[in-house]
């Protein structure tokens, strides 16, 4: 099927540009097409922008295992309607993807579940160096350097040693120091406050477990992809990238804070916990200056029920890919960012880190993984109308300007206006690691 997507200001790698893009079959076909193209379908995107499909390198949707909370088919209908048009989703569900088989059993799920494309981690454990070293159709490994509990809590410095000398995968860690963790909840122990929680998880917890990973992938000149940076002292150890070092900041540590715990309480309960306003701003900074490269959500939904019990029983993470895009445009339109920042930073940074092949930018040959958004659209974020299986947001109430109306996968519409095509599938990312990750691609 061919569609013509008629005059959108498109972003494409060189800027903006109003034109015509010609999507045939699952790929775009031609960006200013010649005029008297025969297509199936014509969208008329006048005063609307056409971006490429969001890439959400972090996420955890609960299957196989935790399908209460959230499963393939309820989370990729989420990311559809928020512009997600691609996902790369975490190890520890149950069981934990610490195999291939398990890493394929989830692919299988998804080719049968999921309206979006997908990839999976593998995950590592002080005992599996020789699974990880010959692991394939994943983006990389993913340790827990810290907030795991079992097989995935990989603190032992020989385990990490060895994973970070023994493999070749990119490698992502969630970064924060078990013993300072322990020590900070033996300190607050009996504590009811869920302001605690960011006392536990501290400052000190999130930089002593980064600059530790960070110093194994340089001594082993091995790529490293921080995840979640939550405060503005891990900032500054990025400075010093040495071509193998990337990181990320999550929607929840860029705009709440320990201040939002008063009025929000457990539903921004999160590891790495939220942290200071001047951490807010130092974390804008760095996405700004480049320190950090990517925006990805750490999606990790838990029933209403569950996050109201009482802390520290109530489970840390809260759900994000139906309004991540949302929210940054919204910063685009306040003049924060430029959105050729928020496409940078969401879809084609994303795609180069991991080496994603024919995604992440609008070009001729790429995957037609395209979102249409209206940046003049006022939209209130309501629990009631999300549809990600727990039906919250800790967004609620919030008005942003800017949105998705139309999103479509290889080609083809799963969503417009509110409506999704839970019949589409999306496909699995395919990974080139011979490419050499974000800082060798031009």
Request: aromatic share 6%; glycine share 6%.
């Given at each position: 099927?061919?569609?013509?997507i008629?005059?959108?200001?498109?972003?494409?790698?060189?800027?903006?540009?109003?034109?015509?893009?010609?999507?045939?079959?699952?790929?775009i076909?031609?960006?200013?097409?010649?005029?008297?193209?025969?297509?199936d379908e014509v969208?008329?995107?006048?005063?609307?922008?056409?971006?490429?499909?969001v890439i959400?390198?972090?996420?955890?949707?609960?299957?196989?295992?935790?399908?209460?909370?959230?499963?393939?088919?309820?989370?990729?209908?989420?990311?559809?309607?928020?512009?997600?048009?691609?996902?790369?989703?975490?190890?520890?569900?149950?069981?934990?993807?610490?195999?291939?088989a398990?890493?394929?059993?989830?692919?299988?799920?998804?080719?049968?579940?999921?309206?979006?494309?997908?990839?999976?981690?593998?995950?590592?454990?002080?005992?599996?160096?020789?699974?990880?070293?010959?692991?394939?159709?994943?983006?990389?490994i993913?340790?827990?350097?810290?907030?795991?509990?079992?097989?995935?809590?990989?603190?032992?410095?020989?385990?990490?040693?060895?994973?970070?000398?023994?493999?070749?995968?990119?490698?992502?860690?969630?970064?924060?120091?078990e013993?300072t963790?322990r020590?900070?909840?033996?300190?607050?122990?009996?504590?009811?406050?869920?302001?605690d929680?960011?006392?536990?998880r501290d400052?000190?917890?999130?930089?002593?477990?980064?600059?530790r990973?960070?110093?194994?992938?340089?001594?082993?000149?091995?790529?490293?992809?921080?995840?979640?940076?939550?405060t503005?002292?891990?900032?500054d150890?990025l400075?010093?990238?040495?071509?193998?070092?990337?990181?990320?900041?999550?929607?929840?540590?860029?705009?709440?804070?320990?201040?939002?715990?008063?009025?929000?309480?457990?539903?921004?309960q999160?590891?790495?916990?939220?942290?200071?306003?001047?951490?807010?701003?130092?974390?804008?900074?760095?996405?700004?200056d480049?320190?950090?490269?990517?925006?990805?959500?750490?999606?990790?939904?838990?029933?209403?029920?569950e996050?109201?019990?009482?802390?520290?029983?109530?489970?840390?993470?809260?759900?994000?890919?139906?309004?991540?895009?949302?929210l940054?445009?919204?910063?685009?339109?306040r003049?924060?960012?430029?959105?050729?920042q928020v496409?940078q930073?969401m879809?084609?940074?994303?795609a180069?880190?991991?080496?994603?092949?024919?995604?992440?930018?609008?070009?001729?040959?790429?995957?037609?993984?395209?979102?249409l958004?209206?940046?003049?659209?006022?939209a209130?974020?309501?629990?009631?109308?999300?549809?990600t299986?727990c039906?919250?947001?800790?967004?609620?109430?919030?008005?942003?300007?800017?949105?998705p109306?139309?999103?479509?996968?290889?080609?083809?519409?799963?969503?417009?206006?509110?409506?999704?095509?839970?019949?589409?599938?999306?496909?699995?990312?395919?990974?080139?690691h011979?490419?050499?990750?974000?800082?060798?691609?031009?």
């Amino acid at each position: 099927m061919k569609i013509l997507i008629r005059g959108a200001t498109v972003v494409l790698p060189t800027g903006s540009l109003q034109t015509s893009v010609l999507v045939d079959g699952a790929k775009i076909a031609a960006i200013d097409p010649a005029v008297h193209t025969t297509v199936d379908e014509v969208v008329d995107a006048v005063g609307l922008h056409l971006l490429p499909g969001v890439i959400d390198d972090q996420v955890h949707f609960r299957e196989p295992g935790l399908t209460h909370k959230e499963d393939l088919r309820t989370a990729s209908m989420a990311c559809a309607k928020g512009g997600v048009t691609t996902f790369l989703e975490m190890p520890n569900t149950v069981p934990p993807a610490t195999t291939q088989a398990l890493v394929e059993a989830k692919l299988a799920l998804a080719a049968e579940k999921s309206v979006v494309n997908y990839g999976f981690y593998i995950g590592a454990t002080p005992t599996n160096v020789a699974e990880l070293a010959a692991a394939t159709r994943t983006p990389g490994i993913k340790i827990f350097i810290g907030s795991s509990t079992g097989d995935l809590l990989v603190d032992d410095q020989e385990a990490l040693e060895r994973i970070f000398a023994e493999t070749t995968l990119p490698i992502t860690a969630h970064c924060e120091d078990e013993t300072t963790v322990r020590r900070n909840r033996a300190r607050l122990a009996g504590t009811r406050d869920v302001a605690d929680h960011s006392r536990i998880r501290d400052r000190e917890a999130a930089v002593v477990a980064t600059r530790r990973a960070i110093d194994l992938a340089k001594r082993h000149r091995h790529r490293f992809h921080v995840l979640h940076v939550s405060t503005g002292d891990e900032t500054d150890l990025l400075a010093d990238h040495a071509n193998l070092i990337t990181a990320e900041a999550c929607p929840h540590h860029l705009f709440f804070n320990v201040d939002d715990y008063s009025l929000l309480g457990t539903r921004v309960q999160m590891n790495p916990s939220i942290k200071s306003a001047d951490d807010n701003r130092r974390l804008w900074q760095a996405l700004l200056d480049g320190r950090i490269q990517v925006v990805a959500t750490d999606h990790a939904p838990h029933t209403l029920e569950e996050k109201a019990r009482p802390y520290p029983e109530s489970p840390s993470g809260l759900p994000a890919v139906e309004n991540s895009l949302a929210l940054m445009l919204n910063e685009a339109n306040r003049g924060r960012c430029k959105l050729e920042q928020v496409v940078q930073w969401m879809c084609e940074a994303p795609a180069r880190v991991w080496d994603i092949v024919d995604k992440g930018r609008i070009e001729v040959g790429n995957d037609a993984d395209l979102v249409l958004v209206d940046m003049h659209m006022a939209a209130t974020i309501r629990d009631e109308e999300q549809l990600t299986k727990c039906r919250w947001s800790p967004w609620h109430g919030t008005t942003l300007m800017g949105w998705p109306v139309r999103t479509w996968v290889l080609g083809r519409e799963v969503y417009r206006h509110g409506v999704i095509d839970a019949t589409i599938r999306g496909g699995e990312a395919r990974f080139d690691h011979s490419r050499g990750g974000y800082w060798k691609t031009s």
